[in-house]
């Protein structure tokens, strides 16, 4: 196994199924394994590290039902905290929406915004939309990394998901975020309606004017 990745809360393996189980030899997989935690005391650190290792694993099951593109869970591991999923091997959206004509970065955008609407629609908000958790692979887009997921439903929690995304796009793709999180909305509004994705883009405003009130009494202090 190799590790890719290390974050606060788990370590992220890249492996391949041979070595693990023999009906998959040579396909490449991911293993999550969310880390014991030493300053917590043990049955605490057992039980969080259980849930969040089982709501990972129905968040991507549900998704997967509602037709989100997300990687296949395989095993589901509750005596060592590990998650074995699918390997999703591609580019990521972060740097492949920066080589292309802005035509197709907009058609991309788009889509970006079904596989979101498809999410809410499941009650399930991410938590870290940015384009450097979706890949393409074989031209679709698949998201991923869902430590931060949760089940919610309620129309402050899809707001925020969709304000992390604007200012995520704003920050890594400055030049036509605009453009792009605009058409985002426009993927979005073909599987959730106009009526639910007009509520969504007041209410986006709504956390946006929020936030700008919280800098100004800084500002003024």
């Known amino acids: 196994m190799e590790l890719i990745k290390q974050g606060a809360e788990a370590k992220i393996y890249l492996a391949k199924f041979e070595e693990l189980y023999f009906p998959f030899n040579g ?47 395989y095993e ?24 292309i004509p802005i035509e197709e970065r907009l058609k991309f955008c788009r889509e970006i915004g079904r ?22 692979r074989d031209g679709k887009i698949y998201l991923i990394d869902f430590g931060l997921a949760e ?11 969709l304000h992390l995304l604007k200012r995520a796009m704003e920050s890594t793709h400055y030049k036509w975020f605009e453009e792009g999180f605009e058409a985002v909305l426009e993927g979005y509004v073909e599987v959730r309606g106009e009526e639910k994705a007009q509520k969504l883009k007041e209410k986006i405003e709504e956390i946006e004017s929020r936030g700008r009130y919280v800098r100004e009494r800084k500002w003024i202090k």
Do not use: C, W
């Not at 917590?40 to 057992?46: G, S, T």
């Not at 259980?50 to 968040?59: D, G, L, N, S």
């Not at 999703?88 to 740097?95: N, P, Q, S, T, V």
């Not at 609407?117 to 958790?133: P, Y």
């Open 151 to 161: 089940f919610d439903n309620t129309l402050e929690a899809q707001g925020v998901d």
């Open 76 to 99: 589901v591991d509750l005596k060592d905290m590990k998650i074995v999923m699918e390997f999703i091997e591609g580019e990521r959206l972060k740097e492949y929406l920066e080589r």
């Open 115 to 136: 596989q979101i609407g498809k999410l809410h629609e499941a009650g399930i908000v991410h938590g870290d939309l940015t384009t450097s958790n979706m890949i393409l």
């Open 27 to 73: 396909e490449k997989v991911i293993i999550k394994h969310r880390i014991s935690k030493r300053y917590r005391i043990k049955e605490i650190d057992q039980k969080l590290r259980k849930e969040r290792t089982v709501r990972e694993a129905r968040i991507l099951h549900r998704a997967k039902k509602f037709g989100v593109n997300v990687p296949y869970i």
